[in-house]
């Protein structure tokens, strides 16, 4: 038997408005749920379609204008995570609207205590700062863990490829970003200080002619390797670093960064873990950074960084008052 949210997300979306019109009332929370938002509007709804890392194909696009000009007022919105929204859609034209898009295999984005659609940069693809093939692993985390409850609130997941971060992980329920060891190879090292000057981090100095790294100022951006001429800064490592407890909204909070060179592999078992750590320690409709503050920082590393292996941050909320006071040009 299925819950109301499948029934609106597999397409059985007349049988669930016919029901609801014998009492002239609609359900606003289960269609928010499947990804059909009330408006100011009466009777109107914008339609939330599912982009995973803002990824989507010219012919979903041209489905997405087909809508808009048939049901909507020929407009489309692009949302702060990347999805594409059709506003002012009669719900008298849902199934019309399913139909429409399960020909592209397209769906809407669920909304609701669940595993939102993830969102990332362009990562390594074809982005030149980009450390992390962040497309690749946002599809499967998409493919894994959308819609997955959580029980409490809204989980909200990203990828930045580098340390820019132009997807905000430091604002995420879960977020992950790209880092790199850079690495001397000294014997090959002509001390041209090109390094020192690229580092807006003043993270490397020249020392008896050559560079030498403040593990402490370095982001791991990895702009020391890309300007050395002789290959002699290398790539020692890359991976994530892992961010939890973010969030914007009318009380934002700060995330906590707490394990570094997270490999691809083990973003999922991350993911699983940390949702079910979630499920076990929430309470009401608390988010994992509400949670994490109530209980401790120190609880969600023992438990679930420190069990998995994963390389923790010994000392978090030092790290995170240093970046987030953005002490880099001192």
Known sequence: MTTPQEELKMGGLKTALRREARTVRLNFDELKSGGFIKQTQKDLFTVRLRCPGGKVTADKLKVAADIAERWGRGEVHISVRQSIEVPYVSYEHFDDVTQLLKEVNWSVASCGARVRVPTACAGCAYNPNGLMDTQSVCAEVDRR?????TGHHKFKIAFSGCPIDCFRTREMDLGFQGVLEPELLESLCTGCEL??????EKALRMENGLPVRDIDRCNACGDCVK???V????????????????????HPIYAYEVANYVTGDQVYSLIEKTLEWYRINGEGRERIG?????IGLAKYIDEVI???GLEAIETPEA????????????
Request: glycine share 12%; net charge positive.
């Open 145 to 149: 863990y959308f819609g997955t409850p």
């Open 195 to 200: 390094c020192v000057k690229s580092c807006e």
């Open 227 to 229: 300007v050395c001429p």
């Open 231 to 250: 290959d002699a800064m290398v790539s020692a490592r890359r991976g994530w670093l892992v961010r939890v407890g973010g969030k914007h909204g009318k």
């Open 290 to 294: 509400a949670t994490i503050g109530r």
């Open 306 to 308: 420190k069990p998995l």
């Open 319 to 330: 790290r995170r008052k240093f970046r987030s006071e953005g002490n880099f040009y001192d």
